[in-house]
């Protein structure tokens, strides 16, 4: 009974170990500034951010697109949400890439 | 008693039942103590992701239906094949965090018989993938479902026929790119300024046979790094097959697109006892060429080298896998001429030079992307 009873202790212990760790990391992820909402590309801006985004999107939209294909036209913003939601599982870009390439391709 | 008997137990069991006894209700008490620790616990996990999954989207995104059309005259050593395809793909976006997406192709492989007669030839189709994403945070997406295999970069992100500097495929695609069915963690981050960092693990049982309780299950990775500075892309892949010999299988892949010349640098390598291989294929758009210009900003040029030595299988399963039954090597020289966004002509020549003789491979033929929205997007 004792020792059932420290081997339920010692796996709770690492349950909660486990769990607590990714509380921690999870909270810590969600609220960086890259990890806002995935519609978080639109935004409004003022103009020299707006610019300066704008700058980074194509820099970024060339780097990481580029990479399979040549550049699309560009389409209206819900499609382009969908697109790039698409493309952020298929080619693993990066949040904030993401991010910048929508600001981008819908201004 | 185990924990987890313990759980079930406790949540199958009304308390009035379970509680008869003091040593019951005290063993209750502590228990219920236990759950709300850890139900407190999970929610602090999932809370933040959560909670952002139910913020309103300012986008709305839209269902889409894309794909491709293409349909091309492969010539093989004198016998035309006239390969006519459609590869649509359906993006399902949910909320801010899903998406559920699918892409099926119908191909259509018409010869003339070498007795002569009319062109005639199977028609296939099948699922390439369906599948569930969930983005859990800037890090993670998990993937259920039917997926396509990420083992290279090929297979995931340079297959379709509109994307594709060279429509005959690379001789190495079949080594472990069949479709998987099950789970996946893959996600993509910056590791620090000068470096993204990208990864896939997942875990395969796909079903052989409609009613088979065979499956052929496999384990397996990919991670690679991007340095968005010299637009230089490097990673590996690993596969396991959980049956049978378990046997490993493993690969490289690079990418590379120096931002001053209108260069796409590509290659992979691939392992297996399937067999192994390389190809290596640059792409150059004539956009600094000083003649025709208008022209040429449209027109790619490529070559491609490969290599394929077979592996530990006999020929005959090789040809059912569609890999070259005997040892060969490949160069390949194409054309693209893009007529407008999504629209593309194509030319190639290839010569295959293969332990059972040399011959020639021509290709022609016209690809093309549609991409239409299933609702309304507004003004671009």
């Not at chain 1, 499609?79 to 391709?105: P, Q």
Request: positive net charge; charged residues 15%; contains cysteine.
């Amino acid at each position: 009974m004792t020792q059932s009873r420290k081997m339920n202790f010692n796996l709770n212990s690492w349950l909660a170990i486990l769990l607590f760790t990714l509380a921690i990391v999870s909270s810590l992820f969600a609220g960086s500034s890259s990890g806002g909402k995935e519609g978080a590309g639109a935004v409004v801006a003022h103009n020299s951010d707006a610019e300066s985004m704008r700058f980074q999107g194509e820099q970024r939209f060339r780097a990481n697109c580029g990479r399979c294909h040549a550049a699309p036209q560009k389409f209206p913003p819900r499609m382009m949400g969908t697109i790039l939601r698409h493309m952020r599982v298929r080619a693993t870009i990066t949040a904030e890439d993401r991010r910048l390439i929508l600001f981008y391709m819908t201004q | 008693m185990p924990l987890a008997y313990r759980y079930t137990f406790l949540y199958t069991f009304p308390c009035a039942t379970l509680c008869t006894t003091a040593g019951w209700r005290q063993q209750a008490l502590v228990l219920a103590r236990q759950t709300a620790f850890l139900l407190l616990l999970l929610l602090l996990v999932l809370g933040p992701t959560w909670s952002l999954g139910q913020t309103p989207d300012t986008e709305k995104p839209v269902p889409i239906l894309s794909g491709s059309i293409g349909t091309f005259s492969f010539i093989t050593g004198g016998q035309n094949l006239i390969d006519t395809q459609i590869n649509p793909v359906l993006l399902v976006p949910l909320g801010d965090r899903w998406l559920i997406e699918s892409r099926a192709e119908f191909e259509g492989q018409f010869q003339r018989p070498l007795e002569g007669g009319p062109y005639g030839g199977p028609v296939t189709k099948h699922v390439d993938y369906a599948q569930v994403d969930y983005i859990a945070s800037p890090y993670l997406t998990l993937t259920a479902g039917r997926f396509l295999t990420p083992f290279g970069i090929f297979n995931e992100r340079l297959y379709p026929v509109w994307i594709r500097e060279l429509q005959p495929d690379p001789l190495i695609l079949p080594i472990n790119t069949a479709s998987s069915d099950g789970g996946m963690l893959r996600g993509g981050f910056p590791v620090n300024a000068k470096a993204n960092l990208n990864y896939a693990v997942y875990v395969s049982a796909t079903s052989i046979g409609i009613g088979s309780v065979d499956s052929e299950r496999h384990v397996g990775g990919r991670m690679g790094f991007f340095f968005p500075g010299p637009r230089l892309e490097v990673g590996s892949s690993w596969q396991k097959s959980l049956q049978d010999a378990r046997k490993n299988a493993f690969g490289f892949h690079m990418g590379w697109q120096p931002a001053k010349v209108p260069l796409n640098l590509r290659s992979e390598f691939a392992h297996s006892f399937e067999g192994s291989g390389y190809w290596i294929e640059g792409a150059y758009r004539l956009s600094q060429a000083q003649f025709w210009r208008k022209a040429m900003r449209h027109t790619d040029v490529v070559a491609r080298a490969q290599q394929f030595h077979t592996g530990e299988i006999s020929a005959a399963e090789a040809a059912s896998l569609g890999l070259q039954p005997v040892n060969t090597r490949e160069a390949d020289f194409g054309v693209n001429y893009f007529v407008r966004d999504g629209l593309k002509g194509i030319a190639s020549y290839g010569r295959l030079f293969t332990s059972a003789g040399n011959f020639n491979q021509w290709s022609f033929g016209l690809a093309y992307r549609f991409l239409i929205p299933l609702g309304r997007v507004g003004e671009p």
